[in-house]
């Protein structure tokens, strides 16, 4: 009687035969990782040598920007978009609705993922600033003003990452409409934001693209080394699903 019992145990258990070992997901977080550096690598030593056709587009793209923010008046709405997007508010937001997921719906394990991923991503745009040190756009007449060095967009990082690690936190608290709209909005955020960042002409279009490129790989080689058992047992939802 014990064996069937025993049986019947195990198949009500959660399998982990399909699921990859914490070593394996380490290794396809560091490989992914890694992938998503190489063309960020790639952006910087061309602007290290001043490759002349990527300075040129580059240039040429801020020098258009501004010039259509300027006659078209949208100087403020870019702005207002600057302000609000600025990464300690991200910072903040993404910290309360990580506590609300953990306290209030005891999302713990992807609360603290969330948390510890926005952070990450702070700090790497912030080291990367400083590694590079490209200087910001320069035009005959300012939309507007911005400190600090600008490859990557510090901007463009930490929205990529605030959105998609908001999406991968609250997913399994969504509705299947919910999760499409959520994946809508996030993307959408992300290129207003970056768009901004050119408009206002705050940042070259290669900062922007670094800047994404970097959060989307910081995002994801995060949860592929965070998958297995703790994403499963923290969550009502299967984290493959994510």
């Excluded at 258990?13 to 380490?26: E, F, I, L, M, Y």
């Excluded at 600057?82 to 903040?92: D, F, Y």
């Excluded at 901004?196 to 994404?212: E, I, N």
């Excluded at 989307?216 to 299967?238: D, E, Q």
């Amino acid at each position: 009687m014990s064996a069937p019992r025993s049986a019947a145990a195990a198949s009500a258990r959660p399998s982990d035969a399909g699921r990859p070992s914490r070593g394996v997901r380490a290794l396809r977080a560091v490989a992914l990782a890694l992938a998503a550096a190489l063309p960020v690598t790639l952006l910087a030593l061309l602007i290290r040598e001043q490759f002349n056709p990527l300075i040129s587009f580059d240039n040429a793209v801020i020098r258009h920007a501004t010039d259509f923010t300027r006659s078209h008046h949208l100087t403020g709405f870019f702005v207002f978009v600057q302000e609000v997007s600025q990464p300690k508010w991200l910072m903040a937001l993404g910290t309360l609705v990580c506590l609300w997921a953990w306290l209030a719906k005891d999302l713990r394990n992807r609360a603290l993922w969330g948390f510890a991923t926005l952070m990450v991503g702070w700090f790497v745009g912030y080291a990367s600033k400083l590694l590079v040190q490209r200087a910001r756009p320069v035009v005959a007449d300012p939309v507007s003003h911005a400190p600090g060095y600008s490859f990557p967009s510090g901007h463009a990082l930490n929205i990529t990452v605030f959105a998609t690690v908001m999406v991968f936190v609250l997913w399994p608290l969504m509705s299947q409409t919910g999760r499409k709209v959520a994946v809508a909005g996030a993307t959408a955020l992300v290129l207003l934001v970056g768009a901004d960042r050119m408009f206002l002409g705050a940042h070259f279009p290669s900062d922007v693209l670094a800047g994404v490129l970097l959060g989307l790989g910081i995002t994801f080689s995060s949860w592929i080394g965070f998958i297995g058992k703790t994403a499963v047992t923290s969550s009502p939802g299967p984290s493959a699903q994510a």
